[in-house]
């Protein structure tokens, strides 16, 4: 499985930005893709997830009313749209996927990623 993020980029406060991670390789029908996120001096955070079977979603509270994760099994890819951005959302956003239905947030329970790609909200 190979995964290719992108989307990233420099938004004002406020703004908002959609981010895709499109998946090659192999079929994700009965995967778990993640969003995560790492911020400078900061550990990697998950934030959002979903099953590509059924479209079960989950948020982190730092996600929650303002990013909305969504896939388009057709095309294989995965979007994060991040609105009401915060300079505090400022990262390195990556997308992972792993077999089967998770809730989980850590990063060792996911065995393929994309390579990252970078938010930055000005103030």
């Known amino acids: 499985v190979q995964l290719q993020a992108s989307g990233g980029g420099l938004v004002q406060t406020g703004g908002s930005l959609r981010l895709s991670c499109t998946a090659s390789g192999h079929r994700m029908i009965d995967y778990s893709m993640r969003w995560f996120r790492q911020a400078p001096g900061k550990e990697r955070e998950g934030i959002a997830c979903?099953?590509?079977?059924?479209?079960?979603?989950y948020y982190s509270d730092s996600a929650k009313g303002r990013f909305t994760i969504s896939r388009d099994n057709a095309k294989n890819t995965v979007y994060l749209q991040m609105n009401s951005l915060k300079p505090e959302d400022t990262a390195v956003y990556y997308c992972?996927?792993?077999?089967?239905?998770?809730?989980?947030?850590?990063?060792?329970?996911?065995?393929?990623w994309g390579q990252g790609t970078l938010v930055t909200v000005s103030s």
């Open positions: 992972a996927a792993r077999a089967g239905w998770s809730k989980s947030s850590s990063s060792y329970d996911y065995d393929y």
């Open positions: 979903i099953s590509i079977r059924d479209g079960n979603t």
